[in-house]
């Protein structure tokens, strides 16, 4: 047990959690309307919570238990035989196990941008704990628990590289919105601007900060790995969200505050998956590419496809975690046929399960809520609450 990495990771799983609480719940609040902030936030705060049990209960051991190549196990169940003295690597495994679980909190959460503004709070619920124990955890375990996409498996001595997530994470994410937004169909008003542009702001700093836990806690130590895979990712984050501005302006004439901190994401999920593996020059070329096309990505989406992803998540997220695992073969940091090849494996997966899903967890609780809820927004209709009462 090494007590510089200890203390650093430590320091990591808080930022890791910073990001969806607050950050993410303010980024994302921020771009809905007044009437359905709450439920954004009520969205992200019970995922955190529910997937915080169920990755004690069992997400830990399918992800990290000793199984097989394809499923971990339940023989961890509880953490069970893991002590405050049981050591992974040079960690804490106590640690190790709160590390991993700020990513099963953050993974499902992310999703919850294509739903806002017309869900069930009863299917956010049951379907992220499903999702996170049969598509998440399994996918964790194939990339980061020793299963067959690692080094050693079915591409070689050499596995898949995704340093932090672009597979694992965003991937997952990213395709899993997309589906549930086609399920779900548009809503009624997709109009509406977003509420609070300061708020988005404000959410997009606490992510920004945040993924320097996320990336450079990867690293699992406290040393020049760590300390690179930090740069990189702030390098990625600021070239992004400058590309994204300027081809605003090239575009429409004008560059938006949510546009500038929503390529800072885009930047942020791009470099995820090679952080651990390149340099600045390459980081300041993956996060110059990454503004535009995720921003090109939006219109594909939400313009010519139809799709209402509410928030992006697959153009921001998928998109800029899918272009990150490749230009990692670009720079010569991981095999074409490991990256592509598990891009294509883990898509196949993810599509299949969250169909299967979403049709199982439908079937048990409404999906979509009724027209007269969405017209007056979740935040009353379904919580009882306001976010703001201007007469009082």
């Known amino acids: ?105 953050i993974t499902p959460a992310l999703i919850v941008g294509a ?33 067959f996409l690692a080094d050693g498996g079915i591409f070689g001595e050499t596995g898949v590289r995704d340093f932090a997530g672009g597979i694992v994470v965003h991937e997952t994410a990213g395709l899993a919105a997309l589906v549930i937004a086609v399920f779900l169909g548009p809503r009624k008003n997709r109009t509406t601007p977003p509420h609070n542009p300061g708020m988005v702001m404000i959410g997009a700093a606490m992510l920004w900060v945040g993924w320097f836990g996320f990336n450079g806690g990867s690293q699992l130590a406290a040393d020049g790995g760590a300390a690179m895979a930090m740069t990189v990712t702030h390098i990625s984050a600021a070239a992004a969200s400058l590309t994204w501005a300027l081809w605003e302006k090239i575009k429409f004439g004008r560059a938006s505050l949510v546009g500038l901190v929503t390529g800072t994401i885009a930047g942020l999920a791009s470099i995820t998956p090679a952080s651990g593996f390149v340099g600045p020059v390459a980081a300041l070329i993956i996060g110059s590419v990454a503004g535009i096309l995720c921003q090109e990505a939006v219109n594909l989406i939400r313009d010519r496809l139809k799709i209402d992803d509410t928030l992006d ?28 090849g598990s891009l294509a494996i883990v898509g196949v997966f993810t599509v299949v399960v969250s169909v299967v899903l979403v049709l199982v967890v439908k079937a048990i609780t409404p999906l979509r809520v009724d027209l007269e809820t969405e017209t007056n927004g979740l935040d009353l209709t379904v919580h009882g609450e306001r976010a703001y009462d201007f007469n009082s």
């Open 1 to 105: 047990m090494n007590g510089a990495d200890t203390a650093w990771i430590i320091v990591a799983t808080a930022l890791v959690l910073f990001m969806t609480l607050p950050g993410l719940a303010l980024f994302y609040g921020g771009l809905v309307r007044a009437r359905n902030v709450l439920s954004v936030f009520m969205h992200v705060f019970a995922i955190a919570c529910l997937m915080s049990i169920l990755w004690l209960v069992a997400g830990y051991s399918i992800a990290f238990g000793d199984g097989n190549a394809i499923w971990g196990g339940l023989g961890k169940m509880f953490l069970n035989g893991v002590d405050a003295d049981t050591v992974s690597g040079n960690l804490p495994e106590v640690l190790f196990f709160a590390f991993q679980m700020t990513f099963a909190i």
């Open 115 to 147: 739903y806002v503004e017309r869900v069930g709070f009863g299917f956010v619920l049951t379907f992220s704990a499903l999702w996170m124990l049969l598509c998440y955890a399994p996918v964790a375990h194939w990339i980061w628990g020793g299963g």
């Open 313 to 340: 998540v697959f153009a921001v997220h998928g998109v800029g975690g899918i272009f990150g695992t490749i230009m990692i073969a670009v720079f010569g940091a991981g095999s074409w046929a490991a990256q592509l």
